[in-house]
C-alpha cells in the first residue's frame, strides 16, 4: 500500500491507485452527484442508484468498481446525461436526447470516448426490464470489457 505525502504532485494514476488502496481496506471513496427530482419518487430511485453504485462490482475483474457517478435524471425517465469514473480509470458516458418535432432520439454511450451505438440502443430499450439506469449502463460495459477482454 502507498502512502500519502502532503504537498506533493500525483498523476491522475496514482490518484487511482490511493483511492483503489482505500476502497480494498474497507473505506468507500464513491463520489455521487446524480440529480433526480425533488419528489419521493425520485429520491427513493437516487437512493436505490447510489446504493447499486455504491456495491457494483465488475463480473468480469471484480477488482473494477465505481469511484464517481454525476449525471442528470431530469423526469424519472431516461437520463440526460450519466458519467461514470471506475477505479482503473475506466471513463464511461451515457447520453439521451428525445427530439419531440422530429419524434426520434439520440442515445450515446461511450466507454473512454470509443462508441458503442448497440449498447446504447440496449440501454435505451431495456427501460422496461425494471433494471435501474445505472443497473442498465454497467450490464453493458460489462458486456463489451468481455468482448475485449478474453
Given at each position: 500500500?502507498?502512502?500519502?505525502?502532503?504537498?506533493?504532485?500525483y498523476t491522475?494514476?496514482?490518484?487511482?491507485?490511493?483511492?483503489?488502496?482505500l476502497h480494498r481496506v474497507g473505506h468507500s471513496?464513491?463520489?455521487?452527484?446524480?440529480?433526480?427530482?425533488?419528489?419521493s419518487f425520485g429520491q427513493r430511485s437516487q437512493k436505490k442508484e447510489e446504493e447499486y453504485a455504491?456495491?457494483?462490482?465488475?463480473?468480469?475483474?471484480?477488482?473494477?468498481?465505481?469511484?464517481?457517478?454525476?449525471?442528470?435524471?431530469p423526469d424519472n425517465s431516461e437520463p440526460e446525461w450519466v458519467e461514470?469514473?471506475?477505479?482503473?480509470?475506466?471513463f464511461i458516458e451515457y447520453s439521451y436526447e428525445f427530439?419531440?418535432?422530429?419524434?426520434?432520439?439520440n442515445t450515446k454511450f461511450k466507454i473512454d470516448d470509443r462508441?458503442?451505438?448497440e449498447c446504447a440502443r440496449e440501454i435505451e430499450t431495456d427501460i422496461e426490464s425494471g433494471k435501474g439506469h445505472l443497473?442498465?449502463?454497467?450490464?453493458?460495459?460489462?458486456?463489451e470489457i468481455e468482448k475485449n477482454y478474453y
Open positions: 500500500m502507498k502512502h500519502l505525502k502532503l504537498y506533493e504532485d491522475d494514476e496514482e490518484i487511482r491507485d490511493l483511492m483503489g488502496d471513496s464513491l463520489v455521487f452527484d446524480l440529480y433526480f427530482p425533488e419528489d455504491e456495491n457494483w462490482k465488475s463480473g468480469i475483474d471484480p477488482q473494477r468498481h465505481i469511484v464517481k457517478v454525476e449525471g442528470q435524471i461514470i469514473t471506475l477505479n482503473n480509470g475506466d427530439d419531440r418535432r422530429h419524434g426520434n432520439s462508441e458503442y451505438p443497473e442498465r449502463i454497467m450490464t453493458c460495459y460489462d458486456k
